[in-house]
């Protein structure tokens, strides 16, 4: 038995890591379970660990317990696995690397431009350059850099492209991401070193209207170059007073949302100085633990009439092209998911408005209140690139920008040759976990659209979608935690965001809506408290406990949902003094500040239904209570807090009593409205003759609703697992197949790539949330489910005009997979199981069967 999957913190060999005391993970191949481990880690020829043999089955979690270790350091880690006949195998190893742990090891300083920036412009890139000589032969060499802004770095002519659009974003008040780079290749003799700083997420244009300047007027980036000659000796390059800048380079502007200006006549004269800025007070420079920001796939273009290319895919990234034009020419491109009626790119489902000049506070709310902009208006996000040819052949890739697209419309006299464009998905390097097939091609479909909308939205944070907003909605975040979590592997991605949700909290509890930070506070604020938006606090850490296995990320995450809780506790009770008197649960109902509801049911659901807008909604705020309560009772269980657990059990229990008070005794569950009754049956506010009769009218309501989908935001995910737990298998199937519209397949069979925010496309077409109906595909058709620490359950159930399904999850107890086929004797199952694992598998007949490693067929 070996071990496979080496990670560390969840990472693959990181660079610059900033925990001195990471855990090591890893699968298990060949045998059938591990009885024990050896980890052996060195530096150098040091063994700074030796763990000895541990009896233990464990693979993940397992902490480095050597020497302390230091900056820099890197640490090859060794492993061997015994099996259950107590023999030995094949040590495999692999590597971390330190980063730079303490604020001392800083020597650089932050620089720079030298202007007086001001709110009302916006600036062009900023251009810092240095050169210097390596004296002797570079044995290796390493770059730490940081920006409040967004930086890259060009060493002898290369960019450096291993984490793109870095530092990435935190909230620049609390915590500054810093990479690592191996850049030992890129030096020579003579060097020259270029930094680029453009506006990024912490200067440009920010959230649905555009506001800028969101934590500053002034960009920095820091830079510190360490080079390791063959002798020995070491040597540090590191911004400063010294370095040259100039901002005349041919990016005169650019900004994450709105795109780049650029023209390539114009090069950085770096006639002038950079000026060292403060370092920003109090606030750490950390080493990035998330996978890195880094290009992937790249698209080739369709010429499509009126010079608009189609690169079949909607993602989220950037273009690169070639055009041999005229000097002075320009090229006009606009990026969009979608083409109007005449075949232009139309961005009117994903753009709102923005006073010229920007914002005033006065002007914003106004806005916020009446949806009026004072004065001239601008479209935010423009999502375009004006590129001016030199007149030689030109090269254009974007370097500060990201655009939520599919096509482009290119306006200029240049010939377009479309061969010489390609499109560029970027997004948080994650390793794809997840797969799905089966028989119905639309459904496999969906399932690349949800990833493709994963991808699009997975930027160093989970975002609502890549234009319009592109904010870290708490809501999106949850919905799709667990899809997500099939798909790709998310263990670091997550691990970086619950920390984003730490530096979030305000000293009251409450936590925003939309995290890290990103202006607009008066209204994130407000929204914050929305039930199923701020529930992520608990739902999320106890998901990636679940999902991972990580007790730690729940200690942590315990201060800051017990906060959260209280705040919530302190808010029960109806606002209306006589509401609050006449309902015996009022210490137990839910419904104070602004909560969304279920938000974005079917228009014409809504009309059929619902009577008209609900200010408060203490049906869903209740509803969530409970679940969350519940919830929170649990978690104070795994971590040993009794008395904590028995105050969420008390809330738990009331908030029950309410709901039935406030929704079943009054006869609300008497409907067609699909949320109204699905909510309650997931989030266990039925019992026994009421959650029969609720399933019964459930499966009805679907019926009426000729299998359509007429949920909205909150509770799409629980449909098809509602149906499958009321017995109503085939409604379920029915529903997931169904092409007519709203529906999932209703999307793909009018040529989605990407999942949309809404069922007729018109608002964002890069939405995942609805997308989280993939999780049913992986933890119900095909039935994988995570049970625990090395134990799986196996429950698929076959149903509908599916002839066959298949699932694999690179689970992080190892690959398992599921899948079924209906043959003329019946249905045959196949199981999967890893190494060092065992699963529960229960399938439709009945049968029940506990199987261990390999590959199994059961009939
Ligand atoms: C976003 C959503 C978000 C919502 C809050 C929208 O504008 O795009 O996905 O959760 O606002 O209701």
Redesign the pocket.
């Known amino acids: 038995m070996k071990a496979i999957r080496l990670r560390t913190d969840y990472l693959k060999e990181p660079l610059g890591l900033g925990n001195p005391k990471p855990r090591f993970y890893w699968n298990c191949e060949g045998g059938v379970k591990q009885t024990a481990y050896q980890i052996v880690a060195k530096v150098g020829d040091e063994t700074v660990w030796n763990s000895g043999k541990v009896q233990s089955s464990s693979m993940t979690h397992i902490c480095y317990a050597g020497r302390e270790l230091k900056s820099r350091e890197r640490v090859t880690w060794a492993i061997k696995l015994w099996d259950e006949n107590d023999v030995g195998g094949e040590v495999c190893s692999s590597w971390f690397e330190l980063g730079l742990l303490n604020p001392s090891d800083w020597k650089a300083k932050w620089i720079t431009g030298d202007y007086k920036p001001d709110r009302k412009w916006r600036c062009s890139v900023d251009c810092f350059r240095k050169i210097f000589s390596a004296k002797k032969k570079v044995a290796n060499a390493r770059l730490y850099a940081s920006a409040r802004g967004v930086y890259d770095v060009i060493i002898n002519g290369h960019r450096v492209e291993d984490f793109v659009l870095a530092p990435g974003m935190t909230d620049y008040r609390k915590r500054i991401q810093y990479q690592t780079y191996d850049v030992t290749s890129l030096l020579k003799e003579g060097n020259t070193i270029e930094l680029r700083l453009a506006d990024g997420w912490f200067r440009g244009s920010s959230a649905a209207y555009g506001v800028t300047n969101v934590y500053g007027t002034q960009t920095s980036v820091i830079a510190q170059l360490e080079i390791t000659y063959v002798d020995g000796s070491r040597e540090t390059v590191c911004t400063n007073e010294l370095w040259s800048w100039s901002n005349d380079g041919p990016i005169r502007f650019a900004d994450l949302k709105d795109g780049e200006i650029v023209d390539s006549r114009m090069k950085p004269s770096y006639c002038a100085r950079a000026v060292v800025a403060d370092a920003p007070k109090n606030v750490p420079l950390i080493a990035s633990g998330n996978v890195p920001v880094r290009e992937k796939e790249r698209f080739e273009a369709k010429q499509l009439p009126g010079n608009v290319l189609d690169f079949g895919q909607n993602i989220a990234g950037y273009l690169e092209f070639t055009v041999r034009g005229k000097p002075g020419q320009v090229l006009k491109i606009r990026c969009g998911e979608i083409l109007d009626e005449n075949g232009n790119v139309d961005l009117s489902g994903i753009q709102e408005s923005r006073p010229v000049k920007g914002w005033s506070q006065m002007g914003l709310i106004k806005k916020l209140m009446t949806g009026t902009v004072d004065g001239e208006a601008v479209d935010t996000p423009l999502q375009e690139i004006a590129f001016t040819c030199s007149g030689g052949e030109d090269h254009y890739k974007t370097s500060f920008a990201v655009f939520g697209f599919r096509y482009v419309q290119i306006k200029t006299k240049v010939a377009i040759d479309p061969a010489d464009f390609a499109a560029i998905a970027v997004y948080s390097d994650m390793e794809q976990t997840g797969d799905f097939t089966c028989s119905n091609e639309l459904v496999n479909k969906l399932l690349q659209n949800t990833r493709w909308s994963m991808k699009g939205n997975y930027l160093d944070l989970p975002t609502?979608?890549p234009t319009?907003?592109r904010l870290g909605?708490t809501?999106?975040a949850q919905i799709f935690f667990d899809t997500g979590a099939y798909l790709m592997d998310t263990a670091a991605f997550f691990r970086k965001w619950l920390i984003d949700m730490e530096d979030a909290q305000y000293k009251d509890g409450l936590l925003p809506?939309v995290l890290p930070y990103q202006g607009v506070e008066m209204m994130y604020k407000a929204?914050g408290v929305s039930v199923g938006?701020a529930d992520a606090v608990y739902l999320i850490p106890y998901r990636y406990y679940k999902r991972f296995g990580d007790k730690n990320m729940l200690e942590r995450s315990w201060p800051m949902m017990k906060k959260y809780a209280d705040y919530v506790m302190s808010h029960l009770g109806h606002s209306d003094k006589k509401e609050a008197k006449a309902n015996p649960y009022n210490a137990y109902t839910y419904e104070k500040g602004m909560h969304?509801g279920e938000?974005l049911e079917p228009a014409e659901f809504q009309e059929k239904i619902s009577a008209g807008k609900q200010p408060k909604h203490p049906e869903e705020a209740t509803a969530y209570l409970h679940l969350t309560m519940k919830t929170m009772a649990e978690i104070a269980d795994i971590l040993g807090k009794a008395e904590d657990k028995s105050v969420f059990l008390r809330i738990a229990v009331g908030s029950k009593k309410a709901y039935d008070h406030l929704i079943v005794k009054a006869g609300l569950l008497d409907t067609d409205r699909q949320a109204k009754l699905v909510r309650p049956l997931a989030l266990g506010l039925l019992d026994g003759d009421t959650k029969k009769q609720a399933q019964e009218r459930l499966v009805k309501a679907v019926e009426n609703f000729n299998y359509c989908v007429g949920t909205g935001?909150l509770s799409t995910v629980f449909l098809l697992p509602m149906l499958t737990e009321a017995g109503a298998v085939e409604a379920a199937y029915k529903m997931l197949e169904n092409t007519q519209k709203p529906s999932w397949l209703g999307e793909v069979v009018d040529g989605a790539t990407t999942v949309w925010?809404n069922w007729d496309g018109t608002a964002?077409r890069n939405?995942y949330?609805p997308g989280a109906v993939c999780q049913w595909l992986f933890d119900t058709v095909a039935g994988i489910q995570v049970s625990g620490e090395n134990s799986f359950r196996i429950v698929p159930v076959p149903g509908g005009a599916l002839t066959y399904a298949k699932a694999s999850y690179q689970s992080p107890y190892g690959v398992v997979e599921s899948s079924w086929e209906k043959t003329c004797d019946g249905v045959k199952y196949m199981v999967t199981i890893p190494a060092n694992t065992t699963a529960e598998v229960l399938l439709p007949t009945g049968l029940r069967k506990t199987l261990g490693a390999g590959q199994h067929e059961i009939k």
């Open positions: 609502d979608c319009r907003e909605w809501g999106d809506a929204t938006w969304l938000w935001f925010e964002s939405h949330s």
